[in-house]
């Protein structure tokens, strides 16, 4: 069973940075975070793969960027440029396979608690 957790979460300003993190138990193929704010759908944010590959979401392209360190089995996400409208719950996501379409939400088998993002002045 792979176990997923995130932590890094809290507030900033506009403009500020944050770099969530991602524990992941066990192999995975790929990976990947996800976002929902209130009152809105899960989104996906950015993912990546053991073969190189990555994507991100049109809104985060430039300003976010995921990273892995395999050694540590650990997941992340540097955001900068922070924007209110970045304000949800952010999700670690992970699955034991190659996916055709690297943000498809309904393809990942393992998911965390979550961490809150807060973006305010």
């Known amino acids: 069973q792979v176990q997923v957790v995130e932590s890094g979460g809290g507030s900033v300003q506009p403009g500020g940075s944050l770099r969530l993190s991602c524990s992941v138990s066990g192999y995975t193929s790929t990976m990947a975070w996800f976002r929902q704010a209130p009152g809105k759908e899960r989104e996906g944010v950015a993912a990546?793969?053991?073969?190189?590959?990555?994507a991100y979401a049109h809104s985060v392209k430039g300003r976010f960027t995921i990273s892995a360190d395999y050694t540590k089995n650990t997941l992340y996400l540097q955001m900068d440029m922070l924007k209110p409208e970045d304000t949800a719950m952010y999700y670690c996501a992970a699955v034991q396979r190659y996916l055709g379409t690297l943000l498809a939400s309904g393809e990942y088998a393992y998911w965390g608690q979550g961490t809150q993002v807060t973006v305010s002045s």
């Open positions: 990546l793969d053991k073969g190189g590959r990555t």
